[in-house]
Structures are given as C-alpha cells and as structure tokens.
C-alpha cells in the first residue's frame, strides 16, 4: 500500500479525494493523510515517516507548498512531491521543479490525469527504494570481514558464500570524464576531487533513475551494469541524460574546461560474483567478461560527446533510438575489426 499525504488548506479537495479514489483506498492500493498546510504537512510526516508521495497546494497559511517543498528534501529525501495548484504558470512551475519537484498538476484537478501522475511517481519511488536496497546489500558484501561475524556465521561457510558466482544477461556502460587530467594539472587537489565529485553525483542520480547498479569509480570514469528487464534500453537512456546534462553544465570561470563524456556501452552475457581476496577480507562484488572488457575497449575508442554501442546492441534497439554507423574499428586483442553504433539521440 502506498501512503500519500496531501498539504491543501480546501476543505473541499479532501472529499473530492475520498470520493474518486474510494476503490482503490478499499482494496488498500493508497492510504492518504490529510494536512491543512504545510507546517501541518511537517508534523504528519513524522508521524508518518513511511509517506511515499506528497500532494501539495502552493498558495497556504503559515507555510507555503514551495517552502514546504524545500524542507522536506532535506528531512524526507525518498518522497516525491507532487505540486497541485492552481497558480501554474512557467514562474512558479520552475521554482518548484528547481526545488525538487516530481511533477505539476495544475486545478482545476483532472483526476484521471492525477490518478496516471500518483502511479508514475509510485514507479520511480519504488525503482529507486529498489536500487538504494541494492546498493546497501552490495556495500555491506563489499566491507571488510569483522571477525565477530565470521565467528557468527561460521569461517568456511561465509568464505563458500562470498565466492559462489554466477552467468547474467546484463548491459555495463563505461562513462568516461573526457580531458579530465588536463584540469587536474591547472588546479588545486580540493578544487580537482569536489568537481570530479560533483559530476559523478550527477551520472549517479540518472544512472539510479533508470535502476542501474554503480559498479566502481575509475580515476574519472564510472562503470555501471544494468540487470533486468530491457536493461540496454535503460542503460541507453541514462547515458544519453547524462551526456545532455554534463554538457549542458555550467563551467563558470572555468572557460578553459568544456566537459563532456566519452561512453562504451555493451550487452550480453557475463560472470557476476565477488572479485578478490578472501585471505585480506577485501572482495568487489563485479561483472566480469569479454562483454565487459568490450564496453571497456568502445568507450575507449569513443570521442568527446559519442556514445558507442556494438552492431548486435544497434539491432536490438534501432527502432528506439536514432542511431549512425561510425564503420569498422579495430579493438586491442580483437582479430577482426567491428562495425560500430553512435548513438545520437
């Protein structure tokens, strides 16, 4: 069941709500929770902390929808915010996505519209309660050993665990920051880490949009591996966003350094288990492969801006997205040359 709060100082919307959403609030899909406002909104949150999803108005006594939105990023950071309001012009649209909306609705409230907007947000909630899941179980395999819970678990039994592996059907991607070196040269260590920083905080927000799994940081290149259902579509999309979104950054004073992303990515199947030494407790949970070392090897030859896939990933996915042939490229320790895909948009 999913609980969503609604922020709105009308009476009246509270009925309408019960009304047109009666089924499903009796086969237990949703359970709301009504506030007057959004210091009222605040004070319900804690005590509903397991709040999915806020509807909120922007025009409210004591604290506004925008307000409210801005403080509930920072003590609900897994709820989405959906603003439901009358006064949507581009201004205040704007304002609330820049503060971290997930979506507008605008009132007079088509309910059918709200109704398709409630289970987008449900499907991004739960991918990325999901993805955030995953990563915690993958950070937990990947810490070093206590031996209070070897002891606990038994020595041989956790070592067989950690070493059992198996064959995926899955996507990895390798984003390179391309010039990176250049600007680590002209500027001071601190400077260097907080921007590699920030543009890997930005690949990782579109990569766990699309459910994606962070493999590793490289110097300055990511690898990720997408799983599941179409997990080349998905890896696909979130390249694209994150080549559209670093390129559109802003450098600041910082004219001197454009940045951009060079990405390899690949499909098929590989080995998945825990890479390492059981001996020193210290084991990376990672695919490994020829499809990987291939995706390696095409982000390798990719340019600034060029997202390079191979001609069996352009096949499957060529009705999709718009794709052009760069011809055939020769790949370290691969006999032949290979036919390459840039993916354009």
Do not use: W
């Not at 507008?104 to 398709?116: A, Q, S, Y």
């Not at 699309?210 to 997408?226: A, E, P, R, S």
């Amino acid at each position: 069941m999913t609980k969503i709060l609604v922020a709105d100082d009308e009476p009246d919307l509270e009925v309408l709500i019960r009304q047109k959403f009666r089924q499903k609030i009796r086969d237990q899909h949703y359970e709301f929770v009504f506030a007057i406002n959004g210091k009222d909104a605040l004070e319900k949150m804690k005590l509903h902390p397991d709040v999915s999803i806020v509807l909120s108005d922007i025009n409210m006594p004591e604290m506004d929808g925008l307000t409210l939105l801005t403080k509930l990023n920072d003590t609900n950071p897994l709820s989405k915010t959906v603003m439901v309001s009358a006064y949507g012009d581009m201004d205040n649209i704007r304002t609330a996505m820049n503060r971290g909306a997930f979506d507008f609705v605008t009132k007079p409230v088509n309910f059918d519209d709200l109704n398709l907007t409630i289970e987008k947000t449900i499907r991004h909630v739960a991918q990325v309660q999901e993805t955030l899941s995953a990563i915690k179980e993958n950070n937990i395999l990947k810490m070093y050993v206590d031996h209070s819970v070897l002891n606990f678990l038994g020595k041989k039994e956790y070592e067989a665990a950690l070493m059992v592996s198996e064959t995926v059907e899955a996507t990895v991607a390798f984003i390179d920051i391309c010039g990176f070196t250049t600007i680590s040269e002209k500027e001071t260590p601190t400077a260097v880490v907080a921007l590699l920083n920030d543009y890997f905080d930005l690949m990782v927000k579109e990569i766990i949009a699309q459910n994606g799994i962070i493999d590793k940081f490289m110097g300055d290149c990511v690898m990720t591996v997408f799983k599941g259902e179409f997990h080349l579509d998905r890896a696909i999309d979130a390249c694209l966003n994150i080549r559209n979104k670093i390129k559109a950054l802003d450098t600041g004073d910082n004219q001197a350094y454009v940045p951009s992303v060079a990405i390899g990515i690949n499909s098929g199947e590989m080995v998945s288990g825990n890479i390492g030494s059981v001996t020193l407790k210290r084991l990376d949970y990672t695919v490994i492969g020829d499809t990987v070392n291939t995706a390696q090897r095409f982000q390798s030859t990719a340019k600034p801006g060029q997202i390079l896939i191979s001609e069996v990933c352009y096949e499957e996915v060529k009705l999709s997205f718009n794709c052009r042939s760069i011809g055939k490229v020769s790949l370290k320790n691969k006999s032949e040359e290979v036919t390459l895909y840039e993916v354009m948009d």
